[in-house]
């Protein structure tokens, strides 16, 4: 049972001292060396004996196990070297350069014998009041304030450093605001002035940034935020949103990019109608007219239509839509096709939903006849890969604006029959109609029906001849299965029935 007393005692007399350890002071140097060969043979010949008396108890069921063993003769020795050090008046800068801490780098936090050195700090400082440090004065002395906020940003992101980095962290924070620096003082102590573009690609960014923070609650008075200390900074706005796009793929300057942004997009919808940033500037500063294809895939896509919404929610009664934007980027067709497909995706059909009803809305504030959206769809343009012009998506798109184009028009005659004879002759659509019946698909095939049956109730409301129809629907010479027969020989049955009934 000793044994595991002793080792519970060493985690806790190193844990203790590890916490005692941060608290900033000034630092001192000396020079001297240690010689521990018959310290360290000592304590060999005493593990050796310890081992062979374990091994040799059968009875000590709660024996330690080999790495306890190893554990504890890794704390004995540093002890030991500790106790060394302290006889012989080592200073704790001679102890930091003999275990190689002052070239340890990145690394330095993840070293083990940082631990060791922070134990020798920690007994130094009881016994020499007037030459005591800390480990934030040490290191900052060696490793500089940006070296430094390099070192504790990369070992916050290690699981076994993070702890310790955090702690250091906020050290290196007290230490500046114990000397008064402003944000601006610390931001050029860590060379971020010198940064440019390449601002938030800085590890010590984000250690300035909690700075900030920390000054701000110590100093409400003195407040400033990211955003309204870093714009200045910038002359062409451009190039700060395009700083901010790449900061916010980055894990560690994601917070910061989203911060900024969103201080930046209130500045830009606070202003008045004429100041403010408009939609299509906004469009453009987030670089999406440079998207293409892959605009709804865009990540800052959903923010931009988030910020339109807000622009005309603050500017009530403006006609600045998402849609009226796309549409100077974007043909009616090709948009219509992205929202189309995006509506097939989980991820974005919400939002496609959304756009799509916007557009039906766009084209009829802008008071578009279903003729013209027509042919801004191209559905006037013959496309013989597509199909049937029924086959074609963009058809649907249309129906789709015919009904919402009718449903305000109850009045009127805007079905799809009455406008597809305006945009064609009637031949032509009797060639289209029996096309599509004649295809493979089930859904066209019920088009035409629908739209063959509206025809013939058109023709003989005008009283036209059966040989007027024979012609249109150029039945000659087709077998007597075909549909267009059998559509001539229904109307004509149906003709013949009209004019007898009506004498």
Do not use: C
Not at 180 to 186: A, E, G, I, N, R
Not at 406 to 425: F, M, P, T
């Amino acid at each position: 049972m000793h044994w595991q007393w002793l080792v519970a005692l060493v985690v806790i007399s190193t844990k203790t001292s590890l916490h005692a350890a941060f608290i900033p002071t000034q630092s001192q140097t000396t020079n001297r060396q240690d010689e521990l060969t018959d310290r360290r043979l000592r304590i060999y010949k005493s593990e050796n004996t310890q081992a062979q008396q374990v091994e040799t108890n059968h009875a000590e069921e709660r024996g330690p196990s080999i790495p306890a063993v190893g554990t504890l003769t890794n704390a004995l020795k540093a002890t030991d070297d500790i106790d060394d050090w302290i006889s012989k008046g080592a200073s704790t800068d001679d102890v930091f350069k003999l275990l190689a801490l002052d070239k340890a780098s990145d690394d330095l936090l993840a070293n083990p014998t940082l631990k060791t050195w922070i134990n020798y700090m920690n007994r130094f400082n009881e016994g020499n009041q007037e030459q005591k440090t800390s480990v934030i004065a040490t290191l900052t002395a060696y490793y500089g304030d940006v070296g430094l906020a390099k070192i504790i940003e990369a070992a916050k992101q290690v699981k076994g450093t993070a702890v310790m980095a955090k702690r250091l962290q906020n050290e290196q924070i007290h230490s500046w605001l114990i000397a008064k620096k402003s944000p601006k003082d610390v931001f050029t102590l860590l060379n971020l002035d010198e940064a440019g573009s390449d601002l938030f690609k800085q590890p010590q960014v984000v250690t300035w940034a909690a700075y900030l923070d920390k000054f701000n609650l110590e100093n409400p008075a003195s407040k400033t935020t990211l955003f309204s200390f870093v714009n200045p900074r910038f002359e062409d706005e451009g190039v700060l949103v395009g700083m901010l796009i790449a900061a916010e793929k980055v894990p560690t300057t994601k917070s910061i990019a989203v911060r900024i942004q969103a201080e930046q997009t209130r500045l830009w919808l606070s202003n008045s109608f004429d100041e403010a940033k408009k939609p299509a500037e906004v469009f453009k500063l987030l670089r999406l007219d440079n998207a293409g294809p892959s605009l709804f895939m865009n990540p800052l896509f959903p923010a931009w239509i988030k910020y339109t919404d807000d622009f005309r929610r603050i500017h009530y009664g403006n006609t600045l839509t998402t849609i009226s934007v796309l549409r100077t980027y974007y043909s009616d067709a090709y948009l219509s096709m992205m929202i189309l497909g995006a509506i097939q995706s989980p991820s974005m059909s919400g939002m496609a939903n959304r756009l799509f009803a916007e557009q039906l809305r766009n084209w009829e504030i802008n008071n578009f006849t279903p003729e013209r959206v027509f042919k801004l769809l191209l559905l006037d343009k013959v496309d013989e890969g597509a199909g049937t012009l029924f086959d074609r998506p963009l058809y649907t798109v249309w129906a789709s604006f015919m009904g919402y184009h009718g449903n305000l028009r109850k009045k009127e005659d805007v079905s799809q029959l009455a406008v597809l004879l305006k945009i064609y002759k009637e031949q032509e659509l009797s060639a289209i109609l029996v096309k599509a019946y004649n295809g493979n698909s089930p859904r066209t095939k019920d088009i035409a029906r629908t739209l063959m049956i509206g025809q013939l109730h058109r023709w003989l409301l005008d009283r036209k001849l059966p040989e007027e129809v024979f012609l249109l629907l150029k039945v000659k010479g087709a077998p007597l299965d075909d549909v267009r027969y059998k559509v001539y020989k229904s109307y004509s049955a149906k003709a013949k029935t009209e004019k007898e009934s009506t004498g």
